[in-house]
């Protein structure tokens, strides 16, 4: 049973457009959610995270907005950049402690075209 | 800091041979964890460890896979005997406890043949 769903494998956008990525998950006892960027050859780097006691969580050109109700979340990319072309996991996790761990999704690939 | 670093960044082995990946974390990170990313499957945890103790280890595929963190400095993953459906990319990661946040390594890219 796959916890954390991303269900768009790929996403193309114009240089400049908003991306939008999108994120689901089934466990209701998640409280913390992260997104992750990856590069080809490398591994993937964190970009943002949301507590469940929020709805939204901006930095710069990325904001993450979460729907508990719907147990949805997105990723919001304004303006999207060439470089913003990579692979992008939701990430989904219990409690603010690392000792727990974090269940991935698949990922969406993102291409920005120039 | 260096990162995570992880060696080798490539191996290329053959059906049978034993397999052993090493990971380094960063300084000062008391969690460990060791992923596996393929196209069917996406990026799985494999096991985890925190304080050099192994905390959960449900998603080691089989008993052919076995992973150790003797220090604080040091893990390594280990598949024996490998087979060609081991064939991925084999990520670590570490993290501080109070962050949420994990760093990972570039990835050991095996193919077995």
């Known amino acids: 049973d796959q916890q954390v769903k991303q269900n768009s494998p790929s996403l193309s956008v114009q240089e400049g457009r908003i991306s939008i990525l999108n994120c689901d998950y089934t466990n209701s006892m998640f409280d913390y959610f992260l997104w992750y960027k990856k590069y080809p050859a490398e591994g993937p780097t964190f970009l943002i995270s949301i507590s469940s006691i929020k709805d939204k969580n901006e930095d710069g050109r990325f904001t993450v907005f979460l729907n508990k109700s719907a147990k949805h979340l997105s990723l919001h990319i304004v303006p999207s950049q060439p470089g913003d072309s990579a692979v992008y996991f939701c990430?989904?996790?219990?409690?603010?402690?690392?000792?727990?761990?974090?269940?991935f999704g698949d990922g969406t690939t993102l291409t920005v075209k120039p | 800091d260096a990162g995570v670093i992880q060696s080798p960044r490539h191996e290329v082995t053959e059906m049978g041979q034993e397999v052993t990946l090493r990971c380094k974390p960063i300084?000062?990170?008391?969690?460990l964890f060791w992923y596996r990313q393929t196209m069917m499957r996406g990026l799985e945890l494999l096991i985890y460890?925190?304080?050099?103790?192994?905390?959960?280890d449900s998603g080691m595929p089989e008993d052919r896979f076995s992973a150790k963190m003797p220090n604080a400095s040091f893990s390594t993953l280990k598949i024996q005997p490998s087979e060609p459906r081991d064939s991925a990319v084999y990520f670590c990661a570490s993290s501080f406890d109070r962050d949420l946040e994990q760093y990972f390594g570039p990835g050991t890219r095996l193919t077995v043949t």
């Open positions: 300084s000062g990170h008391n969690s």
């Open positions: 990430a989904a996790r219990q409690g603010n402690t690392n000792a727990g761990k974090s269940t």
């Open positions: 460890f925190n304080n050099n103790v192994p905390i959960d």
